[in-house]
């Protein structure tokens, strides 16, 4: 990789794109510090998981989500400014916070971070860390550029010490180690190269509650390398279930729909060169990018983004 690529690729995700635009708060951004470590216990002042919340002690309520018609940062901080507190850098209680999943807190420091000028973009992939079984878990972290150690750092907002300590995490959410995390297009060659088996990526859960025979699988992968590289041209879409939650489907996004069997040739041939681009998106920057915007079958589209 050139040093003429590497700038261009930092300088790519050190500027929002429509997800994560948060021009609307530039006063309270100029203000905030660069600091990683603060940003990461903003972001977790703002936002509560869906699925913790019994464990902080409170029930689901309409009134904290913002997800309605947007699924922008900036309705996310619109929320929180309407649920109240007296600045967006004190933490909230749980109950005064904004209901998100793992990509709302993976995304809004993203979005947090690009604004104060660091490279960072939202990864959608599997984490290891959730329990001891071989089971790789549905997850979204946020990856930032160091500069002080010339290097991508992944870091997981929603780990907050509540969560931290329920689950006995042995490394610091602030510095993610590789083998804990893959990304969607990481899990995507591991298992065709057999070095993972497929039926341990997804999410537990009622799958006939989604109408689906299951929730693990390649074709789960499949999805999470899709999410994954539309999220590095800075489209970043929802889970998988948080669609399949409010009664609406994925069939507009064929790639992401479609069953294995139903996959061509030249599917499988798209897919493995995702993979390849995006297990190594700096090296494969302009490619990574003119491949996304060459062709719709890697788009998710408006339907998906504005939860149609």
């Not at 530039?26 to 998981?49: K, Y």
């Not at 869906?50 to 997800?67: C, H, M, V």
């Not at 490394?171 to 497929?198: H, K, M, N, V, Y």
């Amino acid at each position: 990789m050139t040093a003429q690529i590497r700038q261009e690729s930092l300088r790519y995700y050190a500027n929002a794109g429509p997800v994560t635009d948060i021009e609307k708060y530039r006063e309270f951004v100029d203000w905030l510090t660069a600091d990683v470590r603060a940003i990461f216990q903003v972001v977790q002042g703002i936002l509560v998981h869906d699925g913790w919340l019994k464990a902080y002690g409170i029930e689901f309520n309409d009134a904290q989500r913002y997800d309605f018609n947007s699924l922008t940062m900036e309705t996310v901080l619109d929320k929180a400014v309407e649920l109240g507190g007296k600045s967006l850098s004190i933490p909230r209680a749980p109950d005064k916070r904004v209901i998100g999943c793992c990509r709302e807190f993976a995304t809004l420091m993203t979005a947090l971070l690009r604004a104060k000028g660091t490279p960072a973009r939202s990864r959608c992939g599997f984490a290891a860390y959730f329990d001891d079984s071989p089971t790789w878990v549905d997850h979204w972290v946020c990856e930032y550029w160091s500069t002080e150690q010339s290097r991508w750092i992944l870091v997981d907002p929603q780990m907050d010490p509540f969560q931290q300590s329920v689950l006995s995490l042995s490394f610091s959410p602030l510095d993610i180690p590789r083998s804990q995390f893959l990304t969607g297009a990481e899990a995507w060659l591991a298992c065709l190269e057999e070095r993972f088996d497929p039926e341990h990526f997804g999410i537990s859960g009622n799958s006939a509650e989604y109408n689906l025979e299951t929730l693990f699988g390649l074709w789960f992968v499949r999805g999470n390398l899709l999410r994954d590289f539309a999220s590095l041209n800075k489209v970043e879409t929802v889970p998988l279930l948080m669609r399949l939650w409010r009664g609406l489907s994925w069939d507009s996004w064929r790639l992401a729909r479609m069953s294995d069997e139903k996959l061509t040739a030249n599917d499988q041939s798209l897919l493995d060169q995702m993979a390849r681009f995006a297990t190594s998106p700096d090296v494969h920057f302009n490619e990574l990018r003119a491949l996304y915007q060459s062709n719709k079958e890697l788009q998710p589209g408006d339907k998906i983004l504005r939860y149609e």
